[in-house]
């Protein structure tokens, strides 16, 4: 290889790290930005030994599930139509409440405190046209989205251990494309 050829290696290398290392500076920044309220940004926190699945926190799912539904009821929601139940081998591997619409913000923030006093804890959380936070509680994971398509409140809690991922598999395989 002649030193020119040498040479427009190394320099096409330098420039594709430090694209890198400005992508991923950026992406840090941009995913910690923002203030309580978010509007639009994505708030990541790091999480604690317990709260990312291997602490004494491990509720099963009708723990998981009767929390989903206490904590709404804190807040002063109220209950919509629920989710078609999961079955077979999925049927203890997700959690979830469905509200009869969307929370305003104050029954937002309250829903958001009442699952943080029952053990979740907030791992992002996105604003816009449907806010959602991201939560975790042991092996836990739970999405609450406020608006969107169905304009209502849902909180969907799926279980990321290992008898669950495989059936979670199993189910993405069989149900095939989608078309």
């Known amino acids: 290889m002649g030193r020119t050829k040498w040479a427009a290696g190394v320099a096409a290398g330098a420039v ?10 950026g992406g840090l920044l941009w995913s910690t930005a923002g203030d309580d309220t978010d509007h639009g940004w994505f708030r990541v926190h790091e999480l604690g030994p317990a709260a990312a699945g291997g602490g004494p926190s491990n509720p099963s799912r009708a723990e998981a599930q009767a929390g989903l539904a206490d904590a709404a009821a804190a807040a002063g929601l109220t209950p919509g139509t629920p989710h078609p139940a999961q079955e077979g081998a999925l049927a203890d591997c997700v959690a979830d409440w469905t509200g009869s619409g969307p929370a305003d ?3 937002w923030r309250t829903l958001e405190a009442a699952l943080t006093e029952r053990g979740w804890q907030v791992t992002s959380r996105r604003g816009g046209p449907a806010p959602s936070t991201s939560l975790k509680n042991g092996p836990w ?3 609450v989205t406020n608006g969107g398509l169905l ?8 279980s990321n251990t290992p008898p ?5 598999r199993h189910e993405a395989e ?6």
Do not use: I
């Open 105 to 107: 913000p104050g029954r």
């Open 174 to 179: 069989t149900r095939g494309p989608r078309g």
């Open 151 to 158: 304009d209502t409140l849902s909180l969907v809690a799926l």
């Open 16 to 25: 594709g790290l430090a694209g890198a290392v400005v992508a991923v500076v």
């Open 141 to 143: 994971d739970l999405v």
């Open 164 to 168: 669950c991922e495989a059936a979670f």
